[in-house]
C-alpha cells in the first residue's frame, strides 16, 4: 500500500522540517556548570561556579570573525525597598522610599570583551547584559533622576555585599568553540532556583541562548532549623525564647562567679 498526505494537511506537515532546517543554519550552544546543587551549610563562604560548553557551527564551519560569548547567573527575583536617609537635627531618619517589584537576589555577568564592545545599548537591554540594564520593575517612582538615584543606590550596595558582579573581557574561548568562565556565588545569597545563561553573539547579534538551572538550599543543621521554622513555628518560636533566656542567665551566672 502506497501511502499519501493529502494536500490541505502539506502546509502543516513540512513547518516543523523547515523550523528544524532553519535551526541547523544557525550555530548552538551547548553548555553545562560544574555544580547543578549548592549547599549552603553553617561553615559555608561563598562558591566558585565555572560555566563552560561549546560552540557548534553548521558543518562545523567557524565564521571568520570570531563570535563572543556572554554568561549570566542569576537568583531568585525579590520585591524590595530601598530608604533613603537623611541627616535631620543631627539625628538620621528615613527620608525617601522606593519599591522594586523584581530586583535580582544576585547577578553576576562575564563575558569575553566588554559588553559595549559586542552588543549595542538595546540589545544590552533586551537580554539584560550588565547590572545597569536590569529590569527591576519600580512601583513607586515617576521621576527618572530620582528613580536613578534609588537603581544607582541599590547596584551600590549589592556591590558591596557581593551579590551583584561584573566580569568583562574573562570568558575564555579556545580555538573559537570551547569557552570557559568563572564566577564567584557569594555567601549571602538566598537559598532558591539559579539560572546559568550562555549568549552566543555575532557581529552584535545573539544568534544562540541556552540556560542551565543551579539549586542552592540548606543542608544539615541549617536545613532543619529552617524546616522547623516554617512547619512548626510555635515551638520554634518557644524554643527560641528558653535558648535566649537559659543564654542570658549562663552568662548573668558566669559573671558573678568572676
Known amino acids: 500500500m502506497r501511502w499519501r498526505i493529502p494536500p490541505r494537511l502539506l502546509p502543516a506537515t513540512l513547518l516543523p ?12 550552544l ?14 559555608f563562604t561563598g562558591a566558585d561556579l ?8 553548521p558543518d562545523g564551519r567557524k565564521p571568520d570573525k570570531p563570535a563572543d560569548i556572554v554568561v549570566v547567573l542569576k537568583g531568585p527575583e525579590q520585591s524590595i525597598v530601598m530608604r533613603e536617609k537623611q541627616k535631620v537635627a543631627g539625628i538620621w ?12 537576589s544576585f547577578y553576576a555577568m562575564a563575558s569575553s570583551r566588554p559588553i ?25 517612582l515617576n521621576d527618572s533622576a530620582e528613580l536613578s538615584r534609588f537603581q544607582e543606590g541599590l547596584v551600590d550596595l549589592r556591590n558591596r555585599n557581593g551579590l551583584f558582579v561584573e566580569r568583562p573581557g574573562t570568558v575564555e574561548i579556545t580555538d573559537g568553540v570551547l569557552y ?38 540548606k543542608s544539615g543543621f541549617e536545613q532543619f532549623m529552617a524546616s522547623a521554622a516554617e512547619n512548626w513555628p510555635f515551638a520554634y518560636g518557644l524554643v527560641a525564647m ?17
Request: glycine share 6%; hydrophobic share 50%; net charge neutral.
Open 17 to 28: 522540517a523547515a523550523l528544524l532546517l532553519g535551526a541547523a543554519d544557525e550555530p548552538q
Open 30 to 43: 551547548v553548555p553545562d556548570v560544574s555544580q547543578r546543587e549548592v549547599e549552603i551549610q553553617y561553615s
Open 50 to 57: 565555572l560555566l563552560f560548553g561549546a560552540i557548534v557551527y
Open 93 to 104: 531618619v528615613n527620608a525617601d522610599t522606593a519599591r522594586f517589584r523584581s530586583a535580582p
Open 116 to 140: 559595549d564592545k559586542i552588543v549595542d545599548e538595546r540589545t544590552a537591554a533586551i537580554y539584560e547584559l550588565g547590572v545597569d540594564k536590569l529590569q527591576l520593575s519600580p512601583s513607586s
Open 180 to 217: 570557559r568562565a568563572r564566577l564567584p556565588l557569594s555567601a549571602r545569597v538566598i537559598v532558591g532556583d539559579y539560572t546559568a545563561e550562555t549568549f552566543l553573539v555575532q557581529n552584535g547579534r545573539v544568534v544562540a541562548a541556552a540556560v542551565r538551572d543551579i539549586t542552592v538550599r
Open 242 to 258: 528558653a535558648l535566649a533566656v537559659g543564654m542570658g542567665w549562663a552568662a548573668g551566672a558566669i559573671a558573678r562567679r568572676i
